[in-house]
């Protein structure tokens, strides 16, 4: 039997009435777990790019103009240095007083500067990093590096540094989340939460997917989410998973889902579905596919517990021949579980952390569940041009096991008159 983590007792809007999240202490804890990591790793430094990823580990934020436009190279030991790109340089100072030490950012677009340019960008960069090292006296120390190109990577090479991969380090360090992460998580669960009841209201025969998907942007924007967005997809688009903006128009008796993966708190993203059927009961075998797919989630929802790994969780998804598919990359990123939070690799939306829960690689290579992890775990049911169901929830790893931070109805598919 699944249950719920405790109900958010505040809303979003900060106050000095209550406290939502204290976001000294969460930029606090997000540096010592990331400065930890890298000292169990021998790693003296990291430059990582990424907005939400410096996010992390400085708390500055600058949107990712182009690929690699803000980093910051974040030490073991010591205050990071941040490099906003040019429009946030000069704004950026005097709102983050926290941040002791700016740059500005050295970037060539990922190629885009053409490969002259490119090439002159990527030795100004390298020679900054290596400068910084130097003056701290890690020149000679390993530096991790996390989402920059081969460019970057070689540049810094070149100019003499020791460089390993940083990515893992970064994951490792957000793989558990703080108290103040996972308020932030639930806001975004339950930010969502008044996306789904705006798209309960409004869907109707006539409608198309964008307009449903507008008027629930619409709420959750007024409810204090950071980034929006939401879709609905019904009928034959909604098996496996078709395009989103096309202007198909819903029409009376079709089955679908909403979503808000994406939809972030503080930047802490949520990832969520759920499943409708617009102007008459569910049928029996439509019925069976959600009972299928509301039972294998809490199963896989029950097997989350600390010691136990993602093996373990994993067998509780139907292998992807149940489909008729051949291989198991087939249902990836239909029929898993990931890991949420803020550190977000290649600045995609929702942002994936650690574990990762399928058939496609955790019997082979496990993870083992820690409390405070927080994971979305999603499931698919249908036919292929007739209609499909999802259901994705997100919890909290807990002492006794996970507990779901999304409150809104799940039990069966939402039947909209």
Request: aromatic share 10%; with cysteine; hydrophobic share 45%.
């Amino acid at each position: 039997m699944v249950e719920e983590a405790p109900r958010l007792i505040t809303g979003a809007a900060l106050s000095d009435l209550y406290t939502v999240v204290d976001p000294v202490r969460m930029r606090r804890e997000r540096a010592e777990k990331a400065r930890a990591a890298l000292k169990r790793h021998g790693v003296a430094a990291v430059v990582a790019t990424g907005a939400q990823t410096v996010r992390y580990l400085t708390g500055a934020f600058s949107f990712d103009i182009q690929p690699m436009t803000i980093y910051t190279l974040f030490f073991a030991e010591g205050d990071p240095v941040v490099f906003p790109p040019a429009g946030s340089y000069h704004q950026l100072p005097d709102m983050m007083p926290w941040i002791t030490e700016w740059q500005i950012a050295r970037s060539w677009f990922e190629g885009v500067a053409g490969v002259e340019a490119s090439n002159y960008e990527a030795a100004k960069f390298a020679d900054a990093i290596a400068g910084l090292l130097k003056e701290r006296g890690l020149a000679n120390e390993r530096l991790g590096v996390m989402g920059f190109d081969p460019l970057a990577v070689d540049a810094l090479k070149e100019a003499g540094l020791e460089v390993v991969d940083g990515t893992p380090l970064i994951l490792e360090a957000s793989q558990t989340k703080t108290s103040d992460e996972i308020t932030c998580l639930q806001l975004s669960a339950s930010i969502s939460g008044v996306g789904f009841q705006r798209g309960r209201e409004v869907l109707k025969p006539g409608m198309t997917h964008a307009a449903v998907a507008r008027e629930m942007a619409t709420a959750i924007g007024g409810a204090g989410a950071e980034q929006i967005n939401a879709r609905a997809v019904a009928g034959p688009l909604a098996f496996e998973r078709g395009l989103f903006g096309v202007p198909r128009i819903i029409e009376h008796g079709d089955i679908g889902y909403l979503w808000t993966c994406g939809t972030s708190y503080m930047g802490y993203t949520a990832c969520l579905y759920r499943s409708f059927v617009l102007g008459r009961q569910p049928s029996a075998k439509e019925k069976s596919w959600y009972s299928d797919l509301h039972d294998r989630v809490d199963a896989v929802i029950d097997a989350i517990r600390p010691g136990a790994t993602t093996a373990d969780a994993a067998q509780h998804f139907p292998p992807a021949s149940k489909w008729g598919y051949a291989d198991e990359a087939e249902v990836l990123t239909v029929e898993f579980g990931h890991g949420v939070g803020l550190v977000n690799v290649a600045s995609r939306h929702p942002s994936y952390n650690w574990p990762v829960i399928n058939r496609q690689w955790s019997f082979d290579f496990p993870q083992v569940f820690e409390p405070g992890m927080v994971i979305a775990i999603e499931s698919l049911e249908g036919e292929h041009r007739v209609g499909g169901v999802r259901l994705e929830s997100m919890v909290v790893v807990t002492e006794d096991g996970a507990k779901l931070l999304d409150a809104f109805p799940r039990d069966e598919m939402l039947v909209i008159n």
